[in-house]
T-cell receptor
Framework: TAGITQAPTSQILAAGRSMTLRCTQD?????MYWYRQDLGLGLRLIHY???????GKGEVPDGYSVSRANTDDFPLTLASAVPSQTSVYFC????????????FGEGSRLTVL | GQNIDQPTEMTATEGAIVQINCTYQ??????LFWYQQHAGEAPTFLSY??LDGLEEKGRFSSFLSRSKGYSYLLLKELQMKDSASYLC??????????WGAGTKLIIKP
């Protein structure tokens, strides 16, 4: 079972360039999330979607945008990357917004130079 | 503000028992979760507590005291594969997960 698939696994990006991180799940989960994980900090929520067609801002949304056109896909876009966006990005899903059991993708390591 | 505190790093011996503590201050409470994350990998769900008391799942147990804002994860019969970071997370009144920074557990032979 694939679960959640993220792409790319890692990427080096020049500052000012745009980038889309892809996330696809095959579990028919309603809720999806994008987190960033930085050394010494907990997972920080960037954006979330409780159901297809809706999105919401998390703790650190600035510089990022998302869309949820269907249940399975939840891409994260950096319109103009900055070095502070260097991080490991995790996509996750759950059966519903009140469910704390999240299933995570393998992560995308992004370096902005 | 909302806050989750857990030790940064712990060391234990193979075969022993270790307890990882987590204290929290959040706006409301809708459950406490423990996740395991091996280096370079994704977090995976371990346990969920919403009522006070101990939840046991094999070698792992998780305890919750809501009145004290406190939880612990107990790992018994430690194995080398238990070397990982353990993340504590609390679901607040808005059903958002608030995450601790994680406890890196080092197991020595």
């Amino acid at each position: 079972t694939a679960g959640i698939t993220q792409a790319p696994t890692s990427q080096i990006l020049a500052a000012g360039r745009s980038m889309t991180l892809r996330c696809t799940q095959d579990m028919r989960h309603n809720a999806m999330y994008w987190y960033r994980q930085d050394l010494g900090l907990g997972l920080r929520l960037i954006h979330y979607s409780n159901t297809a067609g809706t999105t919401g801002k998390g703790e650190v949304p600035d510089g990022y945008s998302v869309s949820r056109a269907n249940t399975d896909d939840f891409p994260l876009t950096l319109a103009s990357a900055v070095p502070s966006q260097t991080s490991v990005y995790f996509c996750a899903s759950s059966a519903g917004q009140t469910t704390g059991e999240l299933f995570f993708g393998e992560g995308s390591r992004l370096t902005v130079l | 503000g909302q806050n989750i505190d857990q030790p940064t790093e712990m060391t234990a011996t193979e075969g022993a028992i270790v307890q990882i503590n987590c204290t929290y201050q959040t706006s409301g409470f809708n459950g406490l979760f423990w996740y395991q994350q091996h280096a370079g990998e994704a977090p995976t769900f371990l346990s969920y507590n919403v009522l006070d008391g101990l939840e046991e799942k094999g070698r792992f147990s998780s305890f919750l005291s809501r009145s004290k804002g406190y939880s612990y994860l107990l790992l018994k019969e430690l194995q080398m594969k238990d070397s990982a970071s353990y993340l504590c997370a609390v679901m607040d009144s808005n059903y958002q997960l608030i995450w601790g920074a994680g406890t890196k557990l080092i197991i020595k032979p």
